[in-house]
């Protein structure tokens, strides 16, 4: 997946929605309505634009996901720029879990510093997911949902999601 977008509106917007919520029953959207059409928009949001690679661990043999972000100028995001594109959830996920953190490296295709999310618990929370190895084994099912199973989890992280109707696809 490349160039998904990421539109991040600044605290200030986020300060003046909270005053119109504030404003209380005898405000009127009506009234009041803003044409978006007529405001001089300056630069208070930022356009954030991220490449999601899959790539195989030959060493972890599990799937990782590499990524990047970049700016609408084409410049590289810092990692505390891409934590704050993450959802709420998962800065504390990051900070509590042994089994997902993010890491810098060379990407092992493009030679290019990506991050990625670390794979060393992967294989353990996979296993969770398919505890009964002999039903992983007769059930080809299973083993097709691996890496939709895998990307599920490891997609929210970062605020991707499987679509429904790629589980449902595989299951029927």
Known sequence: ???????????????????????????????DAIDDATLVHSNHHEVHYYDFHIVYSASYRVPVLYFRGYDSEGLPLQLNEIEKDLPACSAK???ESKWTFITQEEHPYLNRPWYKLHPC?????????????????ENRVAIELYLVSWF?????????????????????
């Not at 977008?5 to 009506?30: M, Q, T, V, Y």
């Open 1 to 31: 997946m490349e160039n998904i977008c990421l539109l991040r509106p600044s605290e200030e917007n986020d300060a003046a929605a909270s005053r119109l919520e504030e404003e209380g029953p005898g405000f009127s959207k009506k009234e």
């Open 93 to 95: 996920v990051l900070l």
């Open 121 to 137: 618990g992967t294989s353990e929370w996979m296993k969770l997911l398919f505890l009964d190895e002999a039903a992983l084994a």
């Open 152 to 172: 599920s989890v490891v997609g929210q992280v970062i605020g991707l999601r499987v679509p429904i109707e790629m589980v449902n696809g595989r299951i029927n």
